[in-house]
């Protein structure tokens, strides 16, 4: 095999050992053309089969042709092919490219079926193009750490392979093997960043130093080594600083790697010096898929949040979430919009509900939650909290105000609203997640289901 099929498979082989699929994200132009047909030379080694995702963006006259024209070499190789087609708009304040490429990455994540990976043509220019439009735009270690080799989108792996391979090296294979490529127009278009780096600034930067790609990647891996220091500390950090939190399905174990607190504590956050708390911060919001603060927004964190008065609920937004504080705990929130408190829902038990930033669903269990015998015909309905619900939870010989057993457990106000109440003939059995009303509790010797609230901190991150 040739050498880039060699150092590919063998680098594949390395990252992705046991996949049960390979899909290439295929633009047809050249990167992606000698990736893939390296792949298609090599894969009698591989433990699985290859195929390729073509993403048309239809923002060019020319983008049905070069689906087709991608098709055409797929056939040729023996690859199985499918094209996608996205529209990607932008959101107020997001480039045109940004919007783009999350589409483009939704997409082909959306394609990849349990157990394959994806994998990108990324190289080594590439990286270097990243480490100083990052550099220039002011981040920290894990900016300019740049691309890794592996990575995870959602729950699909991305397999960059050809990090280590120059751009000089892809176009000598692929003038090897006399491969035919498309030529996006945008591609030369100075207008943006990242093609003026390409362009224009490193060009002369290799003339003065030759190998100055190979050394930024360089770089680019020392950052890496020191983010994952920083991730370290704040996994450290994170053990200390974890809040109470009175709920259910909790993400956080001091005993699970990469596990993180729901909530931190205000008052352990600020007995870290500022470098270390920003550190954990960030951690965390990363862990929970959050979108990242800007300096400005963590200096507003730091001063409208941590060093508010303890009785206060302040709240910064950002990026689609809200950071509160409520007492001593930091939570994450998504920004939705509440739906009416009166609206009342029929739910059959044989299927998860589907709910205002969070899933509702029934775990069966012996001697524990409702007992089963008062949902013989499953008509149950799930209500949301209107004020003046009174109840007397399994364990206690008295009625308590929902409200007030919502602010002993120490629930923040705005997550109030959104726990749902299961009823069964206007009868209050349980409030999902927390309480089983006492009267309807499983005896011990006799099946109950318990009734589990998966709340969503963001959209696409853990559940609580």
Not at 125 to 138: H, S
Not at 295 to 301: N, P, Q
Not at 341 to 351: A, E, F, K, N, V
């Amino acid at each position: 095999m040739p050498l880039i099929t060699e150092q590919l498979i063998a680098k594949v082989l390395a990252l992705a050992p046991t996949a049960s699929s390979f899909w290439v994200a295929y633009s047809g132009g050249l990167d992606s053309q000698v990736l893939l047909h390296a792949l298609a030379v090599g894969r009698e080694q591989l433990p699985a089969p290859v195929s390729a995702l073509h993403i048309n963006h239809n923002l060019q006259p020319d983008a049905p042709a070069w689906a087709e024209q991608c098709r055409a070499v797929c056939t040729e190789l023996g690859i199985a092919y499918r094209s996608l087609s996205i529209q990607a708009q932008a959101q107020p304040g997001e480039s045109p490219e940004a919007a783009a490429r999350a589409a483009r990455y939704q997409a082909l994540v959306d394609a990849v079926p349990k157990g394959g990976v994806l994998l990108t043509a990324h190289h080594q220019d590439d990286q270097a193009e990243t480490l100083l439009l990052q550099l220039v735009r002011g981040a920290g270690p894990k900016g300019l750490a740049a691309m890794p080799e592996r990575a995870l989108l959602g729950d699909v792996p991305l397999l960059r392979p050809l990090l280590d391979v120059s751009r000089a090296a892809l176009l000598d294979y692929a003038e090897q093997h006399r491969l035919r490529w498309l030529e996006d127009p945008t591609n030369a278009s100075t207008e943006y960043d990242r093609n003026f780096l390409r362009h224009e600034i490193l060009p002369r930067v290799r003339r003065r130093w030759p190998a100055a790609g190979a050394t930024l990647a360089r770089a680019a891996r020392h950052q890496a080594e020191a983010a994952g220091l920083l991730d370290d500390l704040a996994v450290v950090d994170a053990q200390s600083a974890a809040g109470n939190f009175r709920g259910q399905t909790p993400v956080y174990s001091p005993n699970k790697p990469g596990s993180v607190p729901i909530t931190l504590s205000v008052i352990a956050l600020l007995r870290l010096t500022a470098p270390r708390r920003a550190n954990l911060l960030r951690y965390w919001l990363r862990q929970h898929r959050a979108s990242m603060p800007s300096a400005a927004v963590l200096a507003r964190i730091e001063a409208d949040v941590l060093h508010a008065a303890a009785d206060a609920q302040p709240r910064v937004h950002w990026g689609g979430v809200n950071l509160r504080r409520y007492r001593d705990a930091l939570y994450l929130d998504d920004v939705l919009e509440e739906g009416d408190p009166s609206r009342c829902l029929d739910w059959s038990l044989d299927q998860s509900l589907p709910l205002v930033g969070g899933t509702l669903s029934v775990d069966r269990a012996h001697g524990e939650g409702v007992a089963t015998r008062f949902l013989a015909d499953s008509r149950i309905q799930v209500r949301f909290r209107q004020g003046g619900e009174m109840l007397r939870p399994a364990g206690r010989r008295e009625h308590h105000s929902l409200k007030h057993l919502f602010q002993e457990a120490g629930v923040p106000p705005w997550e109030r609203a959104r726990v749902p109440l299961i009823y069964y003939n206007d009868a209050l059995l349980a409030v999902a997640g927390y309480w089983v009303c006492a009267e309807f509790q499983a005896t011990a010797d006799e099946p109950g289901m318990r009734f589990i609230w998966s709340r969503a901190i963001v959209p696409t991150g853990s559940f609580w």
